[in-house]
């Protein structure tokens, strides 16, 4: 398996805090990798650090091939990893319509045929040309959130990062845009990394999966494992029982 | 059920009314429930009027809104003629209030202490070191290690699970008779959420109060509660026995219960709601 992104000893610090603490992660093409942890895990941050929005001061990071370090990322990078983001709400421009949010990308990364690109990703998402020139207030949540994944998809990228997209949702519409995300994977072959604090979430949408707390892996296994209860870590287990809701006594 | 002579409160049509300047929204429609001193939760999407009706409750509706039954009492009291002075004094007393998230429903300029000690000097006639000993005492209750530091610090200090566990401290304070929370557990991490939930539980039972618990998670409501009232677009679609939620009649009920991704179960594409427009009606 030839690994679409591949981390070794990724350190990232905030002043004296160490968000991530030697962190190695290989996700091979076309996998669907899974994050889960609690928050201060440092699992949002190595998406960030991954997607050049926070920088690393060890380690490298791989993608496709091509070696990245710290924050500076090119062009090609974005063309081949793109993210969706867990607010839909803070994440798509107020001021700007649907179609100028699909339009800036294709700009910047000089495509021509703007038009039938915005009209086929809106239609990718189950949005009609309708909702083209509308406010991403005029919009509900659920809809938000196809409108990122449409702008993350406009670029064909190889691998998308997603970060806890659906936990600012309804349980229905979430239902439906991990159906999404899904169709988009089979459609495109994509590569997926997704973190999310929910193990069901996950153990859907992933193959492989990451266990992390305070900076670090604590282990990685197969999302097959959670059903048997195949895992080492004692934190795993804390998180599989506290995924299956409350019990008295 | 626990339910004795009496209810707690009794809601009976129960509607409110947002008007906007495409007309009157309603946001609650109709409802109707009464509960003793039991666990009730209230389960919908959000927009459902979930939240609109535990705040009709607490008398917390915005002035603007328009707020109307054929009655809403609790205990002697009758909520819809009820001055707003007597109100306030209900409020905090009898009927208390936690919220999803301790960052914004706590004073973040007044130490958790003093929040907790003014909750019982507005209520209850205490000397001060009187009420500073009952404030640690239920700081404790809500198993807060230490107590005496948690008391001096200011909300931003303290992370969320403990931040909602002082919320809660400050509602049980003055041993209220109905505590409605609203998300109470939404904002915190997996593994804290069972643990306040656990304190929540243990103190529920231990001081008789009925609770009205809110959330848009049906299966953690129905773990948590005896009854489980599920509203969509502003009406009761059903009501039932968290037991016997497997049963449940209503497709929204049953689409909801379905549409959660779960470990072991293999369903690609997970099933969606199909939303009938009879539903709402």
């Known amino acids: ?249 | 059920m626990r339910t004795s002579g009496a209810p707690l409160l009794t809601v009976e049509d129960l509607r409110v009314t947002f008007p906007t300047r495409t007309g009157e929204v309603q946001a609650v429609r109709g409802v109707s429930f009464s509960l003793g001193k039991e666990r009730l939760g209230i389960v919908g999407e959000s927009g459902s009027g979930k939240s609109q009706t535990g705040r009709a409750i607490m008398g917390l509706t915005p002035s603007h809104a328009k707020i109307t039954a054929r009655k809403l009492a609790f205990g002697g009291h009758d909520l819809l003629t009820m001055r707003k002075a007597e109100r306030r004094g209900l409020r905090g007393r009898q009927v208390a209030m936690i919220l999803q998230d301790p960052k914004y429903s706590l004073n973040p300029v007044m130490t958790i202490g003093r929040q907790i000690v003014e909750t019982l000097k507005t209520h209850e006639k205490v000397s001060t070191s009187e009420a500073k000993q009952r404030a640690l005492a239920m700081l404790e209750a809500v198993q807060i290690r230490d107590p005496q530091r948690v008391f001096d610090l200011y909300p931003h200090e303290v992370s969320g699970g403990m931040g909602q566990r002082a919320m809660i401290a400050m509602m049980l304070v003055c041993g209220p008779d109905l505590l409605i929370a609203d998300e109470p557990t939404s904002a915190l991490d997996v593994t804290v959420q069972l643990e306040v939930l656990g304190i929540l539980d243990k103190l529920v039972s231990e001081r008789g109060m009925g609770l009205i618990f809110i959330s848009h998670d049906l299966r953690l409501v129905s773990s948590f509660c005896d009854r489980v009232l599920v509203m969509y677009a502003g009406r009761i679609v059903e009501e039932l026995p968290s037991a016997d939620l497997a049963n449940a009649q209503h497709p929204y009920t049953r689409g909801l219960l379905n549409c959660l991704p779960t470990i072991g179960s293999d369903r690609h594409p997970l099933p969606v709601l199909d939303r009938k427009p009879e539903w709402a009606l």
């Open chain 1, 1 to 249: 398996m030839t690994s679409a992104l591949s981390i070794r000893d990724m350190v990232v610090t905030y002043d004296e805090f160490k968000a991530l603490n030697r962190v190695n992660l290989d996700v091979g093409q076309g996998e669907s990798f899974g994050i889960v942890g609690e928050s201060g895990s440092g699992k949002s941050t190595l998406l960030r650090a991954v997607a050049g929005l926070a920088s690393f001061e060890e380690g490298t990071l791989t993608v496709n091939g091509r070696a990245y370090s710290g924050r500076s990322r090119d062009k090609q990078f974005y063309r081949t990893v793109q993210m969706v983001f867990q607010d839909p709400y803070g994440s798509l421009h107020p001021r700007q319509t649907v179609d100028r949010l699909l339009l800036e990308p294709l700009v910047i990364h000089g495509f021509t045929d703007v038009e039938p690109r915005i009209t086929r990703a809106l239609d990718e998402v189950g949005l009609g040309a309708g909702f083209r020139f509308r406010y991403s207030h005029q919009l509900s949540g659920g809809q938000r959130q196809r409108i990122a994944i449409a702008r993350a998809l406009i670029l064909e990228p190889k691998i998308l990062l997603l970060d806890e997209p659906t936990s600012a949702l309804d349980a229905s519409i979430q239902a439906e845009i991990l159906n999404l995300l899904e169709q988009a994977r089979r459609d495109r072959n994509l590569t997926f990394v997704m973190v999310s604090h929910d193990l069901g979430v996950i153990s859907h949408m992933c193959e492989r999966l990451a266990v992390m707390k305070g900076g670090e892996v604590v282990e990685t296994v197969p999302a097959k494992a959670l059903e048997k209860r195949e895992f080492s870590a004692d934190y795993t287990r804390q998180l599989l029982v506290a995924s299956e809701g409350f019990r008295r006594g």
